[in-house]
């Protein structure tokens, strides 16, 4: 077998499994499972809840449930997203601002 003649076949290869991929970019949406989810934060710090708030909005969104434990409840309820409010069951930690230093 010529080098030219293992290219070409290398070349379909590659166009057969670049066609899978983009299909499977269509298929797969569809086909993914809806799950319930607990997302649990104990800590009463707003910077720790606020990195993953936008990521269980977008969970929402997407159409799986959550139950979200924490000490900031939202203000705007979701279909999607329920929240357990612990306010006021462990003390505040306070924020410093690491900028007056």
Same mark, same amino acid.
């Given at each position: 077998?010529? #080098?030219s003649e293992t290219? $070409?076949?290398l070349?379909d290869k590659?166009?057969?499994?670049?066609?899978? &991929?983009?299909v499977?970019l269509? *298929?797969? @949406?569809?086909v *993914? !499972? %809806?799950?319930k989810?607990?997302? !649990?934060?104990p %800590? $009463?710090a707003?910077s720790?809840f606020? *990195? #993953?708030e @936008? &990521?269980? !909005? /977008?969970?929402?969104?997407?159409g799986? /449930? #959550?139950?979200?434990?924490?000490?900031?409840p %939202?203000?705007? @309820?979701?279909?999607n997203?329920? =929240?357990? =409010?612990?306010t006021?069951?462990? @003390?505040?930690?306070k924020?410093?601002?690491? #900028?007056?230093?």
């Open positions: 077998m010529k #080098l290219a $070409n076949i070349k590659n166009s057969f499994y670049m066609m899978i &991929c983009v499977s269509f *298929v797969l @949406p569809a *993914v !499972e %809806r799950h989810i607990v997302a !649990e934060f %800590r $009463n707003k720790h606020d *990195v #993953l @936008p &990521c269980l !909005e /977008q969970l929402a969104a997407g799986h /449930q #959550l139950l979200v434990i924490s000490h900031f %939202r203000t705007h @309820p979701s279909p997203y329920e =929240d357990t =409010d612990w006021g069951t462990f @003390p505040t930690i924020t410093i601002n690491i #900028l007056a230093f």
